[in-house]
């Protein structure tokens, strides 16, 4: 088992499994997590850096309300983790590489 998934196993009945790319580095995800679940699964909290102090942020309130977990998701910048579905060969650069 990879050391970085952080995945509960036991109890927990998930749909296909599928490789996203994070800043070029592929990740395990399943259909119907969010694009924030799969890199919280692999162990990265930090999805971005503010652009003056460049103070970490990430999930924070998981409902799209505090706008923390802006990545690029396939090209489209600011979207937001926490409301994006993985999908198969999604391409993700968080602001973190």
Do not use: W
């Amino acid at each position: 088992m990879d050391k970085r998934n952080k995945r509960i196993h036991f109890g927990v009945e998930r749909k296909q499994s599928f490789k996203i790319d994070v800043n070029g580095e592929k990740i395990l995800a399943y259909d119907g997590e969010t694009v924030a679940a799969a890199l919280i699964a692999s162990g990265r909290r930090i999805l971005r850096k503010t652009e003056k102090r460049k103070s970490p942020r990430g999930l924070y309130c998981g409902i799209g309300q505090c706008q923390e977990c802006r990545i690029t998701i396939n090209g489209i910048p600011n979207m937001l983790a926490c409301q994006t579905i993985v999908t198969p060969d999604c391409k993700i650069e968080t602001g973190n590489k």
